[in-house]
């Protein structure tokens, strides 16, 4: 897979989970909601997109040939960004 097919699939996976989750934004914000609760401390919807994107970094040091490690880190990186804007 080249760079753009990555890319491409990030996109058809982050548009499936919107349709399956609701936007970014509110998905994202329902998180950093609950991981507030959990860390006892307030959570951005930009901090869960910067874990989330740590945990697949964290998956692919141990797997550095996962396709679908690196379909994440791209998909979660465009979710940041849109998060960040609505912010």
Known sequence: MDRFDLLD??????????EEYGTVVENFN?????????LGRPVTAQEVALCMIGLKLARLSY??????GWVDVAGYA????????AE
């Open 9 to 18: 699939q990030a996109k058809d996976t982050v548009k499936d989970r919107g």
């Open 30 to 38: 329902r998180a950093a909601l609950i991981w507030s609760s959990v």
């Open 63 to 68: 797997d550095p040939d996962s396709e679908d």
């Open 78 to 85: 465009a979710c940041g960004g849109e998060v960040s804007k």
